[in-house]
């Protein structure tokens, strides 16, 4: 797994998105999470592809389900990273159903 950076958004944004972002690894990538901190997922394929955000916790004993976002050909979508989904290392862990023309950068609002 690749980990991934942040890159801090000013408040006053001035910022492109995409500029930042690089390709989503095969074998998936990690992030940091916390308060601000959202995952960019951008994919230029010709067919819809998932971004999975693993939930290792759980609550009164029952699993959290993982979060699967759906991003349209074309198509962006941002995930918040917040702290539910802290695994390993304090990261976030995250999949793809495939990664051709997906790239991806995690952001973080500057106070």
Do not use: C, Q
């Not at 394929?45 to 759906?70: C, I, N, R, Y």
């Not at 989904?85 to 609002?109: C, H, K, P, Q």
Request: proline letters at 10%; glycine letters at 12%.
């Amino acid at each position: 797994m690749a980990a991934l950076d942040i890159t801090p958004v000013p408040v006053n944004g001035g910022i492109g998105l995409e500029d930042s972002a690089v390709a989503a690894s095969a074998s998936g990538d990690t992030a940091p999470v916390g308060p601000g901190r959202f995952l960019y997922v951008m994919n230029g394929d010709a067919a819809p592809h998932t971004a999975t955000v693993a939930t290792p916790g759980s609550v009164a004993g029952l699993p959290l389900p993982e979060v699967a976002v759906v991003v349209p050909a074309g198509e962006s979508a941002v995930v918040p990273l917040t702290p539910v989904f802290r695994g390993v290392g304090g990261r976030a862990s995250i999949t793809y159903d495939a990664v051709t023309s997906v790239n991806v950068a995690v952001f973080e609002l500057e106070r």
